[in-house]
């Protein structure tokens, strides 16, 4: 090889080496790689105690990584002879859309894009066709006259189509009521979405943004622990708070108590003489056979 | 021979393809991501589960200065003050309680003071049944007159309860009636609503939908 021809090669060499190394460069800035121990991770009904302690330490870990805050991760298990039921009296909802923002602060859902699993509904008087509501009022004060404010989220169904069309079986219903999501199992088809007649589940079509300030470090598995881009995600009436006996975020912060929630299966609960003595209207779409464990009942 | 002499030139290909995809990954010149828009982050007052207003009992609770309580201060024991009204029956308050506003009941005709505050002693409530009250038990007297709505309050259905649903593992806090009511002027006062979503692909405003012709 003359000098000529090895300087000329290694040249185009180190060129061609430099070039395909920046090419590369979007490759290099993706973040969200799944690590191989969530890649290997069980199923969440086969993790026995030990390797779901160590799924919960993973957590953390990454958690802490993007953060720079140490979460406190818990599976909370549905408790025995509890089934959860909300109800809203939509006598005193004044729209104030408290509730949409305590619980995006609560199950750290993305700030930007926004996803909120409350959609406050502004309807006329005198119809329930939800065709008529309008979720993007922005007026100087609310309630305004002529209108009541329906509060939709996610209806918690007995019969929940979210469930039988999901393909991999990401989605399932527990037995306090709860439609709970694995967000590792999760493979962002988004069936669940379409099934859903509520419009309540959420997809991440980006990466989730939430400031470090505003992160709840206060997680479960199945309900607040921050999600990745492509996965599915819904009100799960705050699992790490209600599982552990508190009321969920948008009730505690509901300026009127128009939010009411509570154990069915206690004969003595709020929300057992709500259904028992108040005017329960309906439950939302009910012509569709979902059955949901979510009220609307008026006063007097 | 030709195989030979083709090589240089893929290699050459190749190198300013890959140089000029990098050169384009640099300058960054699709723009992506595609920059969003700005959401401010929601003031944390809408976050703070407060109530409205805070009770009598909520001072106390907190030890604050309750001199504003104490009627004795500017009033004469023994001398219940005089009511004055105009010509409408429409009780005049004096300046020295100007931050009452006598607001409830939708006809006027609850212009009384002494309805609820007892006359003979000021620092204590009247239900009409002859009772007197302390300013902690309020509740007892708003049920003395709204008797439906005190029994909701009682089981749960109306007003404010929070901590624990499960009171095992925890306290349930219930809220009194004056926690979110002014008693003055009872209704719920109205607000400006929290801000309300930002879609990614904002819609505009729809066109009025256009009633189509019938086709048959």
Known sequence: MSRRSFLRTSAVLATGLAAVAASLKPLFEMEDFTSAEQFMQKYYKELTPDEMAKVLKRIEREVEKQ???RPHVRDLKPMD?????????LSRCIGCRKCVHACVAENNQSRNPEIQYIRVLKMPHGTFDLEKGDHNYDTAQVPEKGFF??????????????VKVCPVNATWQEKDGITVIDYDWCIGCRYCEAACPYWARRFNFTKPSIPADRL??????????????????????????????????????????????????DPDSEISQILRTKRVFMQLKEDVGTNPRFFYYFDV | MQARNRTPMVLTILVVAFAGLAAA???????????????PPVDRAILDPATVRRSYADLVRAKEDLSDFDCYACHEKGHPPPLRYDGNQKLIVPPEHADVVMGHGTHGRNNNCFNCHNENNLTTLQPRDGRELKLEESTQLCGSCHGPTYRDWDSGAHGRINGYWNTKL???VKKDCVNCHNPHSPRFPGRKPAPGPHPLHPVAEPAQAVEAPPTH
């Open chain 2, 25 to 39: 990954f640099l300058s960054d010149s699709w723009g992506y991501p595609a920059p969003r828009a700005i959401i």
């Open chain 2, 170 to 172: 925890g306290p349930a």
């Open chain 1, 67 to 69: 953060y720079g805050v």
């Open chain 1, 216 to 265: 709840n470090p206060e997680m479960a598995y199945l309900g607040n622990r921050p999600r990745k881009q492509g996965v599915m995600e819904k009100c799960h009436f705050c699992v790490q708070r209600t599982r552990a006996g508190r009321y969920p975020a948008c009730l505690e912060v509901c300026p009127t108590g128009s939010r009411k929630f509570g154990n069915i299966l």
């Open chain 1, 149 to 162: 404010y329906m509060p939709v989220q996610c209806q918690q169904c007995h019969n929940p189509p979210c």
């Open chain 1, 81 to 89: 002879g509890v089934e959860f039921v909300y109800a809203l009296n």
